[in-house]
């Protein structure tokens, strides 16, 4: 990968049990403030934090909107990828 190629990282936002979904994001994008405040944190499983029930606020309304839908990728993934994010929310 050269240095001018994009960094990304891949997002896993799982809604326990009914289905996991898959995001690239460049690793400057804005929203990864947020992603990485949720890392490993689960709605309805763990307690959260002001910070993090805000960063959880912040994704809903990016994942829900067109650019969150412009970076959902489906399996398989043929890309260098420098990261790993998973969080969600148990229904």
Sequence with gaps: MSSQETKEVLVIYEEIPEK???????KDHEVMSAVLKMSNKFVNGDELTDEQQEAFDRWLEFQQGPEGQEHKVEPPLK???????RFGFLL
């Design 20 to 26: 996991a979904n898959l995001y690239v994001i460049p």
């Design 79 to 85: 890309r260098d990828l420098i990261g790993l994010v």
